[in-house]
Nanobody, 120 residues
Framework: QVQLVESGGGLVRPGGSLRLSCAAS????????MGWHRQAPGKQRELVAS???????NYADSVKGRFTISRDSAKNTVYLQMNNMKPEDTAVYYC??????????????WGQGTQVTVSS
């Protein structure tokens, strides 16, 4: 089995910063693209940022210049540094990873989600 565990969510004031972490564990052979998605109340889940195994990154227009995604392949961990946060960043943030397990089966895995609230 493969698990993704997120941490780092919470309450922050507008203009503040948070750093999310997501660690993958279990029967992992290799990890391809990792990313962060978010879902605000009443809205569809959307891609925030992704990073490939070659460290090629992609960002939603709404977070470009404010958020930075990175990964530590030795730790099977992906991070999302969020700066200059805005109330519209409020959402549940989900980690997603494209993983091949030790039985060579390849699937997308999701974390349980972590709440991020931006409010004064």
């Amino acid at each position: 089995q493969v698990q993704l565990v997120e941490s780092g969510g919470g309450l922050v004031r507008p203009g503040g910063s948070l750093r999310l972490s997501c660690a993958a564990s279990g029967s992992i052979h290799s990890i391809f693209t990792m990313g962060w998605h978010r879902q605000a109340p009443g809205k569809q889940r959307e891609l925030v940022a992704s990073i490939t195994s070659s460290d090629i990154t992609n960002y939603a227009d709404s977070v470009k210049g404010r958020f930075t995604i990175s990964r530590d392949s030795a730790k099977n961990t992906v991070y999302l540094q969020m700066n200059n946060m805005k109330p519209e960043d409020t959402a549940v943030y989900y980690c997603k990873a494209d993983i091949r397990n030790r039985y060579y089966s390849r699937n997308d895995y999701w974390g349980q989600g972590t709440q991020v609230t931006v409010s004064s």
